[in-house]
């Protein structure tokens, strides 16, 4: 197998194949084992995360969707409402400039930014395991199109080869033909 692979790599990729990165030897012994390369990377990655890491990822979904606005709006106007209006009369526990508000938010905040940052890098980290994949595939593809190129090529060298004999065939019998042809008119015109 190991041959095979050697005479794979250096066919195809025009490289030893001791000196190809690990990916591309990946990709030659698939090729040479004749399987698929491709799988299901999103499932591959989501198997990988930890618990802490999906929570991340499912407050960055909800804190970047337009639910998260419309509740978290409602609930800045109700703030202001309730100690503007309804609690002025009473005393109001968070009056104008709302300092607790702002508190709040500050805190929100602080906590909302490290956990969506969180979530983006494994969203790039998700994206290069798959663009890594995605070049496999393609170098497989690839590396599969200039086999077929090859031996497209041998087929075509083939019949030209054996259209060439025919030929010569073709060209002995109408020779030997011509010369019977000859050698009859010879006899006729001496008879």
Known sequence: MN???RDLASTLLRA?????PEHEQQVIRRIAERVHISRN???EFQQGLTFGQRLADQVAVFGGSWTFIMIFGAILVAW???NSFL???RGAFDPYPYILLNLFLSMLAALQAPVIMMS???QAAKDRMDAAHDYEVNLKS????IGLHQKLDTLREQQ???LLAMQREQIQFLTQLLEQRAQRQTTDAVS
């Open 41 to 43: 990377t999103n499932h």
């Open 3 to 5: 041959n095979h692979l």
């Open 160 to 162: 030209w080869a054996e």
């Open 16 to 20: 030893s194949f001791d000196t190809l």
């Open 120 to 122: 983006q890098n494994r």
């Open 142 to 145: 690839e590396l599969e199109i």
């Open 80 to 82: 202001v409402m309730t």
């Open 87 to 89: 609690l002025y009369a």
